[in-house]
């Protein structure tokens, strides 16, 4: 890529954050929010609760941090990770209802929700089954015009622009890819990238080139306009802190997309 096409071209850097329950915190919230542009709140179905979420909307807002709704099968106790079989119009009605959740909390803050992106199981799930990825994108309709953050190349983001909302293209940083270009599963070894410099160079990678290299070794092409770093990861907050100093020595704008 040109010079002057790096100097121009923006990359947002989201996290997800709110992923604690009760007394109980995974997620760095403060400090995150002090790097990231964007906020993926979880909204009680994998992670969450009213006080967390009202707090994690406050913090975004105070510093100017965009609120995105993460929304997620029903499964508290397996953190959103185990695949559910839902039916499509059940899956609509609970997406809506976790998004209205949090706009509640976003308003009360003085902001809005202003994306949508799905968590865990029901991401990977959206990536290739139309009917919960249709299901996903109505639930969306149901709470507004949002946009949908999601895989390249995914139905969830096919169906998302079918229905005429901004689809986002995202991709990660500490997330292992297979040569099809979708996220290597968490039960398989290294679908983890858990060395920092490793993550540090891959993000620049994925903003600046759109290229990754395949947990197999292949170059895999990936356009995103949002980059994750995934808040339970450890020393998630150091880590983004680095990771967003690396993309603007790359001379990218580091920018919320919403």
């Known amino acids: 890529m040109a010079q002057d096409a790096v100097a121009r071209a923006a990359i947002d850097l989201n996290?997800?954050?709110?992923?604690?329950?009760g007394r109980w915190r995974l997620t760095d919230d403060e400090a995150l929010l002090a790097v990231v542009t964007s906020a993926n709140v979880a909204c009680g179905f994998?992670?969450?609760?009213?006080?967390?979420?009202?707090?994690?909307c406050d913090l975004a807002a105070e510093r100017g941090v965009r609120i995105g709704a993460q929304v997620s099968y029903r499964d508290l106790a397996g953190f959103g990770r185990r695949t559910m079989d839902v039916p499509a119009d059940e899956l609509a009605?609970?997406?809506?209802?976790?998004?209205?959740?949090?706009?509640?909390?976003?308003?009360?803050?003085?902001?809005?929700?202003?994306?949508?992106?799905?968590?865990?199981?029901?991401?990977?799930?959206?990536v290739h089954d139309a009917?919960?990825?249709?299901?996903?994108?109505?639930?969306?309709?149901?709470?507004?015009?949002?946009?949908v953050l999601g895989l390249p190349g995914s139905r969830l983001l096919a169906a998302a622009e079918r229905a005429g909302l901004a689809a986002v293209p995202e991709a990660f940083a500490d997330r292992a890819y297979t040569a099809a270009g979708t996220l290597v599963?968490?039960?398989?070894?290294?679908?983890?990238?858990?060395?920092?410099?490793?993550?540090?160079?891959?993000s620049v990678g994925l903003?600046?080139?759109?290229?990754?290299?395949?947990?197999?070794?292949?170059?895999v092409a990936v356009?995103?306009?949002?980059?994750?770093?995934?808040?339970?990861t450890p020393g998630a907050a150091r880590l983004a802190v680095r990771v967003r100093g690396a993309l603007e020595d790359a001379g990218l704008r580091v920018e919320a997309f919403a």
């Open 15 to 21: 996290a997800d954050l709110g992923e604690g329950f």
């Open 46 to 56: 994998h992670a969450g609760d009213p006080a967390t979420m009202r707090r994690v």
């Open 93 to 126: 009605a609970e997406v809506a209802y976790q998004i209205g959740a949090l706009e509640v909390f976003a308003r009360a803050a003085g902001a809005v929700v202003a994306y949508v992106k799905p968590h865990g199981a029901l991401y990977n799930r959206a």
């Open 131 to 147: 009917e919960q990825a249709e299901a996903v994108v109505a639930g969306v309709r149901l709470a507004g015009a949002l946009p």
């Open 185 to 202: 599963s968490r039960r398989e070894p290294g679908a983890v990238v858990e060395d920092a410099d490793a993550v540090v160079a891959r």
């Open 207 to 219: 903003a600046r080139d759109g290229r990754v290299a395949a947990l197999t070794g292949e170059a």
């Open 223 to 232: 356009a995103a306009r949002s980059l994750c770093v995934h808040g339970d």
